[in-house]
């Protein structure tokens, strides 16, 4: 006997999960008996009412201004179901054979205004109270994006005040299920952690997910639980447009690769088999000459085993799934009724052993979200490239991060730069960083970009669009990388020159004393004519550096920090440092898994890394 209140849910109260099958309850959840039923059906055997998918409730947002936005639901009988909307407008829909109803709601402006939309059917009247029209985003990614309000910078405070940003901001999250380990077809209904509802303080100060309803209809939901990166984005939003309501869907799941968040089809254009190909992408697999070694500097993906996310569940079941597209079917596409304004992404980590096809796969999951919801093909999409990791410095991080930057190809997408908001005594490991508020508000910049149309906030931080290189000029003053302590000259062939570097924006230079391996502003040159340690030697082949500023240069070219000349205009900055003339190099700014950045724009967002080749031609 399968019941169709398994799988749809006239809002909050009355959704059955798979909590029902693993017997275990929920603060605010009125759970039926525990019939023999599986969540992930997709046929209805009967149904006993008229039904809503668990992803309408009441104080949910609608996207405006499109008349894409799909209301379904169930009936039994085959009488047209009755839809009021707000306006008062009169709509209509037939339950097809299966019981299926669905229409397309009507165009809507943004309106701040709660209305009602009223269905009527079977003999029962649903009321969604509470409704607005606004903007939606859908948050999504791994741990970053999971991370919730509980285990973020002054969590306390931000979860005191979560009444005081206004009636606009709404908020949903997904709910995490065992089920959800290895779904083969996209799904239409999932289970809800947090409904509905505006941000509000716990009810119940024991309590980490509980909600209440007013009796005017208004939802308040605890936001304890709710995801940080999510939350403070949508505070962000709501505060720079007040008259704008915002509605964050929360759907995200630490530990998980991008593969399972991919349609078939992306699989297939990135050149991913459309089954999980055996790789266990939480244990990552070293590449190059560490694999030969065996370095310890290859860890675990710090998602995995991590208990606690301040309120997160990410441990369901274990380990994240790995089932290539099981929460695209699970997690995402029950969504797709709901149209939106954009989508925020925060993930890489667990694929941060092969940065090649992740280069690949990323645009292609973006263009596949982005069909498969039926918007523009250049509906904004944000993701944050990834966080700082002191653990090891191999690259691992650093080689996604620029793998990531290959999604900017495509039209409306935007990256938040983070690599400079490390904690690296984190209570959740140091690549969980808990100031999501700034990254937050680095992302609402790009949303003001691309969202709202202000082009006079660029979607990027600066960016380097020419370095030139000069003979070094005594006027310059000492220089502290070369040849000699202290003085330039030239010796055994090596040059002494100034690398001027432009970016394309006014720039602010912070000045930072050691930095992680020392280097003091993020700036390194790399010498493609050293393949081995540099020890202070005079040959051709090896630089006259102490050995103490290059890294692992037996392993790959030595390179330096490079001592910073100062600021020549707000756009430039010259660089000192020594070269053989007619052998190549490159700059690279930012080329770590925990940098020391240094450079940043007028809004404070940093530079990205870069690396560019420097003919260093004379």
Request: hydrophobic share 35%; proline share 7%.
């Amino acid at each position: 006997f399968t019941v169709a209140q398994n799988v749809f849910a006239h809002g909050y109260n009355d959704v059955i999960t798979m909590d029902c099958v693993m017997n275990r309850k929920r603060p605010g959840l009125h759970l039926h008996p525990c019939w023999s039923v599986s969540f992930l059906t997709a046929i209805i055997v009967s149904i006993d009412a008229l039904a809503l998918p668990s992803i309408y409730s009441s104080s949910m947002v609608f996207q405006h201004s499109t008349s894409k936005n799909i209301l379904w639901g169930t009936a039994v009988s085959s009488a047209d179901i009755s839809i009021m909307m707000p306006s008062g407008q009169k709509l209509s829909a037939t339950p097809n054979a299966d019981g299926r109803w669905q229409l397309v709601l009507p165009s809507t402006p943004p309106t701040a205004t709660p209305g009602t939309i009223t269905i009527i059917g079977d003999g029962t009247t649903i009321s969604l109270e509470d409704i607005v029209f606004g903007e939606v985003y859908v948050c999504s990614g791994q741990s970053n994006m999971e991370l919730s309000v509980l285990a973020t910078l002054n969590a306390t405070k931000e979860i005191a005040a979560a009444g005081t940003h206004g009636p606009n901001l709404r908020v949903m999250q997904v709910a995490l299920e065992s089920s959800y380990f290895n779904v083969s077809v996209p799904q239409t209904n999932l289970s809800v952690s947090i409904p509905w509802g505006h941000p509000a303080p716990p009810v119940n100060t024991s309590s980490t997910s509980g909600h209440t309803t007013a009796e005017n209809g208004v939802v308040s939901v605890d936001i304890s639980s709710m995801s940080g990166m999510c939350y403070y984005y949508g505070i962000e939003m709501t505060q720079r447009h007040k008259d704008m309501p915002v509605g964050m869907i929360a759907s995200s799941w630490g530990g998980t690769a991008i593969e399972v968040w991919m349609t078939p089809d992306a699989l297939k254009s990135c050149g991913r088999t459309t089954v999980n190909d055996g790789k266990i992408y939480h244990n990552l697999t070293p590449k190059g000459p560490e694999q030969q070694t065996g370095s310890a500097l290859f860890r675990p993906n710090p998602d995995v085993g991590l208990g606690y996310l301040g309120g997160s569940a990410h441990t369901v079941g274990g380990a994240p799934p790995t089932q290539y597209s099981t929460l695209w079917n699970a997690m995402i596409s029950p969504l797709l009724p709901l149209q939106v304004s954009g989508y925020l992404w925060y993930q890489g980590e667990s694929n941060s052993g092969e940065p090649e096809s992740y280069a690949k796969c990323f645009p292609s999951m973006i263009s596949q979200w982005r069909k498969s919801w039926g918007g523009a093909p250049n509906t904004t999409f944000i993701f944050v490239q990834l966080a700082p990791w002191p653990d090891f410095d191999v690259g691992l991080i650093t080689g996604t991060r620029y793998a990531q930057m290959a999604a900017l190809d495509l039209p409306g997408v935007g990256m938040v730069v983070s690599a400079d908001i490390g904690d690296p005594a984190g209570s959740f490991h140091p690549i969980h960083p808990p100031f999501k508020q700034e990254v937050a508000r680095r992302a609402a910049l790009v949303g003001e970009h691309y969202v709202h149309g202000n082009t006079s906030i660029p979607p990027r931080g600066p960016r380097v669009v020419s370095v030139a290189l000069d003979l070094w000029n005594p006027s310059w003053g000492n220089y502290h990388h070369g040849i000699q302590a202290g003085v330039c000259s030239n010796q055994n062939g090596w040059i002494c020159a100034g690398l001027q570097v432009t970016f394309d924006t006014d720039i602010t230079v912070l000045s930072t004393p050691g930095g992680i391996n020392g280097w003091r502003h993020g700036f390194e040159l790399w010498n493609n004519v050293s393949g081995h340690a540099a020890t202070g030697g005079t040959s051709a082949g090896s630089r006259q550096l102490d050995s103490s500023l290059c890294l692992n240069c037996a392993l790959c070219p030595c390179f330096q920090p490079l001592e910073f000349g100062g600021a020549l205009d707000s756009r430039t900055i010259q660089l000192n440092t020594t070269f053989v003339s007619g052998t190549p190099g490159v700059l690279k700014y930012a080329w770590h898994d925990y940098p020391t950045m240094t450079i940043f724009d007028a809004l404070g967002r940093p530079a990205e890394g870069f690396n560019v080749t420097v003919p260093f031609t004379m």
